[in-house]
């Protein structure tokens, strides 16, 4: 048997993007966005294997996601300026969002892992239990309007986050010391992913977006 500690570094959120907008309508508007994001998640991991039988080995770790062990946070930054006209009539307009998460939490991986007699042929498999994790939110917004700031808010929230559990299969097939071909299938419960804000409102479709441009 085995016993471990580990450090996970398993997703980074960082992404950034901007793109223009216009619209020759009644209104003239034309518009410029800026998307930011950056942090990541990772989880300290303590894990007990152990071999219950002749080539078949179990494993167990439980995960501490927790924003003071390790960086579990990330940020989003929004900004928008463009102009409107209308009538021979122009003005000027700037927005600016930024939204900070911190994420904290406890969940589990068993694993299993089986190897043939001639150690040719290994099977994997492993599920991932599924968990509520805290989530804090810092929210800030500024709407400048013909260079004047128009309106400011800000506010925090402790919301909750329902992650799915997930599970896979693996095999892998040695065909001699140098060649080794695998395989794998895993699959996420995404329907099962919940966001609860403050208000006990639940904001699935948006945050469940979030996550698959993210890559979780």
């Not at 960086?71 to 928008?80: T, V």
């Not at 992650?163 to 299938?185: E, H, K, Q, V």
Request: include cysteine; hydrophobic fraction near 35%.
């Amino acid at each position: 048997m085995a016993i471990s500690l580990n450090y996970q570094h398993l997703y980074d959120f960082t992404r950034e993007w901007n793109f223009s907008f216009t619209d020759e309508g009644e209104v003239l508007i034309n518009e410029n966005f800026e998307y930011k994001q950056k942090g990541s998640l990772s989880a300290i991991g303590i894990a007990y294997g152990i071999e219950v039988a002749p080539r078949l080995y179990l494993r167990f770790t439980l995960n501490i996601w927790d924003d003071e062990l390790s960086k579990n946070e990330w940020e989003q930054k929004i900004a928008e300026r463009g102009f409107q006209s209308f009538a021979g009539n122009s003005s000027s307009f700037e927005a600016h969002r930024t939204d900070q998460y911190s994420f904290s939490g406890f969940n589990a991986n068993l694993g299993m892992m089986w190897r043939s007699q001639n150690d040719r042929l290994t099977i994997g498999a492993v599920f991932k239990t599924p968990f509520k994790a805290d989530l804090k939110h810092e929210y800030s917004s500024v709407l400048i309007q013909s260079g004047e700031r128009a309106n400011i808010i800000s506010s925090v929230e402790n919301e909750t986050m329902e992650m799915p559990m997930s599970y896979g299969i693996g095999f892998a097939y040695r065909f001699s010391d140098a060649f080794t071909t695998s395989l794998d299938i895993y699959r996420t419960e995404w329907d099962d992913f919940i966001v609860t804000d403050s208000k006990g409102e639940q904001n699935i479709a948006h945050y469940r977006r979030a996550c698959q441009r993210i890559g979780y």
